[in-house]
């Protein structure tokens, strides 16, 4: 294993060595030698003290024999290579808990590995619940991070060209909730987000070894994860959104703690878009889509399949016309198409929204017209009509026809008066006579109905979508 004279000055720190190393001292060093030779130490006397050389970054260890300090820095070659022996066997039996336990002992400080949900895969066993600080032990309690740590990482892990940083981030946490400094890389292999490594400084103060050395490990953690996320169904590289829109199953408290590092809420409404290329290059290109939206859009859930991109946007917090704008230049750049789904009432009906988006693509693809972007509310009565399941029928219908009917109005109520005066073809006297109310009544409710529905009666599409809805809601609540 070839070593900088960082990595060299962190193994003989209890010799208190005097230090001339260059901030990004490379890693090129093979061995110690008493003569030089090219990318090797060479380690010579000078009157009561040693000098090691590594190409022109030294050390100088006093009152010690050439002989001695030969003997030294050999051993910590052949202690970094039994080292990185022992981690790559670990990797490769895909024992994590190993590998933080042994790099330990090259950076003498707290080692902690997360997966891609900040779930703790492995924390250094050297310490104890409350060693540390309050972060550890909320790691040590609960098994994740907490919702303000999850913000520093995630923030910092973020680049400013869009996905995640190619290199290890410190985040001066001191004064911040994480308590104090961490250094933080995350594990990417393919485009694909895995987790992060990460070490405290909590015993002794960070230099360009442990950046160094991290790296290493990144190099050799990111390919394993890959490999368990491919084989393993329990590991993923997915939160629990994803989960939800696959039908699987997520426990309330996965769920809760996600919509906690969010800072969302169960019954906020949600919306989902479904970003989406077709040709050769597919995969390459939603690769980068999906690294631009995180950028773009870090308020959003974004997740990659394949040659599809998932957004679940808060709309608390994103709205529709904030997506659209953020994404419209680089889709039509990139030929992208995106489907959207209307809104959804709450995060359980995820589920719900990704079929709208999925089924607005799907009928927008056959659309004559040159777009980029189909909402599922042009297609909805394609998708009521060809749809066999009586749940997602019911939550694809009209918004305003769903909210009017969640008000369980008596006779004469607000759905009631729509529902009759689309019947009778927006005809005033036929609706009054219908209901048994005055016309200038009627005219008064129904000024008040039209000034909060989103969509626009005058549109003949509206009035057919929600004589249609009306009309599923009344099957439905019959068969319910």
Not at 34 to 49: L, S, W
Not at 325 to 330: H, K, L, N, P, Q
Request: one cysteine or more; glycine letters at 6%; aromatic letters at 10%.
């Amino acid at each position: 294993m070839k070593l900088s004279m960082w990595m060299i000055a962190n193994r003989l720190s209890a010799l208190d060595p005097e230090l001339h190393i260059k901030d990004q001292a490379p890693i090129i060093l093979r061995s110690a030698r008493r003569a030089y030779a090219t990318n090797c130490v060479q380690v010579f006397q000078v009157g009561k003290d040693v000098i090691c050389n590594g190409e022109g970054n030294y050390l100088r260890l006093k009152d010690m024999s050439a002989s001695q300090a030969f003997e030294i820095i050999q051993c910590v070659f052949d202690f970094y290579d039994d080292w990185n022996t022992d981690i790559v066997e670990a990797v490769n039996q895909m024992d994590y808990q190993q590998v933080i336990d042994e790099s330990w002992h090259i950076f003498h400080n707290p080692v902690l590995l997360l997966d891609a949900n900040y779930k703790a895969l492995a924390m250094s066993a050297q310490y104890g619940e409350d060693d540390i600080g309050e972060e550890w032990k909320h790691l040590s309690e609960y098994g994740y991070l907490s919702a303000a740590g999850f913000g520093c990482l995630r923030d910092a892990s973020l680049s400013r060209e869009g996905g995640w940083t190619d290199g290890v981030v410190m985040i001066h946490g001191e004064n911040g909730p994480l308590g104090m400094n961490w250094m933080n890389v995350p594990l990417v292999d393919g485009g694909t987000l895995l987790g992060w490594l990460n070490v405290l400084e909590f015993e002794r103060k960070f230099n360009t070894g442990d950046v160094q050395l991290l790296t290493h490990l990144r190099s050799l953690l990111a390919p394993s994860l890959s490999r368990l996320n491919e084989r393993n169904s329990r590991f993923t590289s997915r939160n629990v959104f994803w989960e939800m829109i696959q039908r699987k199953w997520v426990s309330p408290n996965s769920l809760e703690r996600q919509l906690d590092y969010m800072g969302w809420k169960r019954e906020d409404p949600y919306r989902v878009f479904v970003f989406a290329r077709e040709g050769d290059d597919a995969g390459t290109q939603m690769r980068l889509i999906r690294n631009l939206i995180a950028r773009y859009m870090p308020q959003a859930s974004v997740n990659r399949s394949g040659d599809e991109v998932i957004v679940i946007a808060n709309e608390t917090q994103l709205t529709e016309n904030q997506v659209r704008e953020a994404s419209a230049d680089v889709l039509r750049q990139r030929e992208i198409r995106v489907g959207v789904s209307l809104r959804v009432a709450a995060i359980d009906d995820l589920y719900a929204g990704y079929c709208q988006a999925k089924a607005a693509l799907k009928y927008g693809a056959k659309d004559s017209k040159e777009l980029y972007y189909y909402h599922f509310y042009d297609y909805a009565i394609n998708f009521i009509i060809e749809s066999g399941d009586p749940e997602e029928t019911v939550k694809a219908c009209q918004p305003d026809v769903v909210r009017l009917w969640a008000e369980k109005d008596e006779k004469g109520g607000r759905m009631e008066i729509l529902k009759s005066y689309l019947e009778n073809e927006r005809s005033l006297v036929n609706t009054a006579n219908a209901l048994f109310i005055h016309r200038n009544t009627l005219v008064y409710r129904l000024r008040k109905i039209t000034e909060e529905l989103e969509g626009n009666l005058d549109e003949e599409y509206t009035r057919d979508y929600m004589k249609l809805s009306i009309r599923v809601l009344e099957l439905y609540m019959k068969e319910a």
